[in-house]
Structures are given as C-alpha cells and as structure tokens.
C-alpha cells in the first residue's frame, strides 16, 4: 500500500494519510478500503452529527470541503417523519400530508398476532381514514403503519368499552363495526364497539341508526304484548 494516499475523516473533515484509517471488514474488505473516520476521531467517541464538537475537542478548524468529505454517508430515515415536536402545530403530520407513489397508492405495514411482518398497498382515502380514526400511524409521506394486531385491536376495544355492550348495556365479548365494513366501514378504534354476541348477530349489516330502530320497536311489541 502507498502511504501517501490520503483520505477525508468524514467527522472532523482532515485529509489524512489513509493509515490513519482503520480497514473495512466483511464483504466491503479490500487491499485499499478504509473506514471513514479516522483513528484520533474514534478514539474521541465523535459521530458524523457532531462534527463541530470534534474540531472544538481536537482543537483544529472544520475546513468547508467540497470534495469527497460530503455527509451522505448514511441515509435519512423516514421513521422520524412522525416524531415531529407537537408543540408546533406547523410540525404536526396530519392524514391530510399522505401523498400516494407513483403507482397512485400507499404503503401500509405492520404485524401479525405472532409478530410477523406483513406489507400490503393500499387507496390513499383509505389510509387517510385509518391515520385520522386512530388505527395508523404515518411512517413518512407515502408509508402508514398499523398500531395493533388483531388480537390487540380486540383486547383494546373491549376494555376500553370494559366488556359492556353498546347496544344493550349487557356483557360484551365481541367487536362490532358501527358502519359496517358491507358499507364502507373499517377497523378502527373509532368505528368499533364492544358488544354482546346477541346484539352483533341481529344488527348485521345494519347501520347503528337502523338497528337502534329495530331494537326500540321490538321493545315496544314487547311492552304492547
């Protein structure tokens, strides 16, 4: 190896002999490959984010380079799309800023009840509707992610309502749509209700106004027989 070959440290910006770089191992390991902060940098426990502590700390000044000591080494993630500051109502990402990809559609992903990953896409209105009814949470742009597993989903909604009924006000054990899903209804926290199996089979796929109905003539039969 040549000793005058020199690299940029991409945390304090110095060109440096490329022995002042430690090798690269694995499948990116060749006879000239190196890493790209230096030795003296590493020993200082820097980061790439902390460039203008480490020429404070090493005592040198931070050249502006326009070469090869660019900060592109690692990608953004997308992840922190999300994690903006509420404080700032600017920040806060709403349903609204979903925009679909080029093939007019959103990424949607989350988990199974074993844990499993699962990816599908899906109509943009949709997952606006899933994000602004509490059942997804946005990734970044073009990607949501669901917040529950089935049987979380089930375990959340009954002890939430604390296994009554919303039709009845008896004892509950299963999960109703409001709208249902026959209609244009999904499932989420603000379109699901716990109620009791007796209920959930005579409402069907009646809307709750129409149910609600139902029941109150049955009661009036009742009272009038």
């Not at 090798?23 to 203008?52: D, F, H, M, P, Y």
């Not at 900060?71 to 349903?95: C, D, F, G, L, M």
């Not at 800023?97 to 899906?122: H, K, L, N």
Request: with cysteine; net charge positive.
């Amino acid at each position: 190896m040549v000793e005058t070959s020199k690299k940029y440290c991409i945390s304090c910006g110095q060109e440096k002999p490329i022995s002042e770089f430690l090798r690269r191992t694995g499948r990116r390991e060749s006879q000239n490959s190196r890493r790209g902060t230096c030795k003296r940098c590493r020993q200082a426990g820097t980061s790439i984010s902390t460039r203008g502590q480490v020429a404070e700390t090493l005592s040198i000044s931070a050249p502006h380079h326009t070469g090869r000591a660019k900060w592109t080494r690692k990608k953004r993630q997308p992840t922190s799309y999300h994690r903006q500051s509420p404080n700032n109502e600017n920040s806060i990402v709403r349903a609204d800023d979903i925009r679909p990809t080029a093939r007019g559609v959103v990424r949607m992903r989350g988990r199974s009840d074993t844990g499993r990953r699962w990816y599908e896409e899906i109509d943009p209105q949709q997952a606006k509707v899933l994000v602004k009814e509490g059942a997804a949470i946005i990734i970044n742009p073009y990607t949501i992610r669901m917040v529950y597993s089935s049987k979380e989903f089930r375990r959340f909604i009954l002890m939430r309502d604390h296994h009554t009924c919303h039709y009845c006000g008896g004892s509950g054990d299963t999960i109703d749509h409001l709208l249902p899903r026959a209609k244009g209804g999904y499932t989420t926290p603000a379109n699901c209700v716990c109620a009791c199996l007796t209920c959930n089979q005579q409402k069907g796929n009646l809307t709750t106004e129409q149910f609600m109905k139902y029941l109150f003539m049955q009661s009036q039969d009742i009272m009038e027989g």
